[in-house]
């Protein structure tokens, strides 16, 4: 990446990593492109540094972060909330970006670009979502696990994308449940895209379907890819993944 590391602070002595390029030529006037990480994930990954390669190559606006407790971020992973890490991006979106952006967000980052989403009202021009998980905590986890969760305890899943088990933090947990957005309107209206592998293991592919059901705009579509997994991180989905973010029809 050509970006260094920048310290955006929001308060109470955090410190999100992030990296912005700031366009250039005629392709600074257009929407700052916003990836979010999925859970446990930072800017690191495959997908991001994608998105940011391609934003560079255009002279696209681009912004990546870490999460607190994620990556390079400050803070401790176990007070991770979607109200908090919503807060982040929203505050560094404020500090960084003076226009239009089209969030990108990844599994769970996919869930707080709704989120987020609804807050940035008319400054949001777009938005493209891979394997989105809206209200995982409720559909993900089993009555056993969320009465443990309910009652305070951490629940740990096997992890196949590393050698760590997944901790869920009863304090996420929590605040996700009164986050959840499937059972009523999603007050976006601007062009979104949905991608999903039909062979996602994690998020049911039928959750794009119900998040585009939800949501109030009419420019909504839904690409699946029969044989995808849950990441979409290989070289032809990465490839759908920025013609997708090329042809949304944004001015």
């Keep these: 990446m050509t970006d260094e590391i920048d310290f955006h602070e929001p308060g109470d002595g955090r410190r999100i990593a992030f990296r912005h390029h700031p366009g250039e030529g005629e392709g600074a006037a257009r929407p700052t ?13 495959g997908k991001a540094t994608a998105i940011h390669g391609w934003a560079v190559a255009r002279g ?19 007070q991770g909330t979607l109200s908090r890490w919503r807060e982040e991006v ?41 394997a989105a998980a809206p209200d995982f905590s409720d559909w993900g986890y089993d009555d056993d696990q969320k009465a443990q969760l309910a009652a305070g305890h951490t629940v740990f899943e096997d992890n196949p994308y590393g050698p ?3 901790p869920t933090h009863p304090g996420f947990w929590q605040d996700a449940q009164r986050q959840r957005l499937l059972s009523r309107e999603i007050a976006i209206d601007c062009p979104v895209r949905l991608l999903h592998g039909q062979a ?39 490839a ?11 001015p």
Excluded: N
């Excluded at 420019?219 to 849950?230: N, R, S």
């Design 240 to 250: 759908l993944l920025l013609r997708t973010l090329a042809a949304l029809p944004i």
């Design 90 to 130: 929203l505050s560094l979106v404020e500090a960084q970006v003076a226009g239009a952006v089209v969030l990108v967000g990844s599994s769970m980052g996919g869930w707080l670009m709704l989120l987020a989403g609804e807050a940035l009202g008319r400054r949001l021009a777009g938005m493209v979502g891979i």
């Design 60 to 78: 696209q606006p681009c912004l990546l972060l870490d999460y607190s407790g994620c990556g390079r971020s400050t803070g401790d992973f176990a």
């Design 33 to 45: 492109l916003v990836f979010l990480p999925g859970y446990m994930s930072d800017m690191a990954g």
């Design 200 to 238: 996602d293991p994690d998020v049911p592919w039928g959750t794009s379907l119900r998040t585009a059901a939800a949501l109030r705009s009419d420019d909504v579509q839904v690409t699946f890819v029969k044989d995808g997994d849950h990441r979409l991180s290989r070289e032809q989905d990465i």
């Design 164 to 166: 760590e088990p997944t």
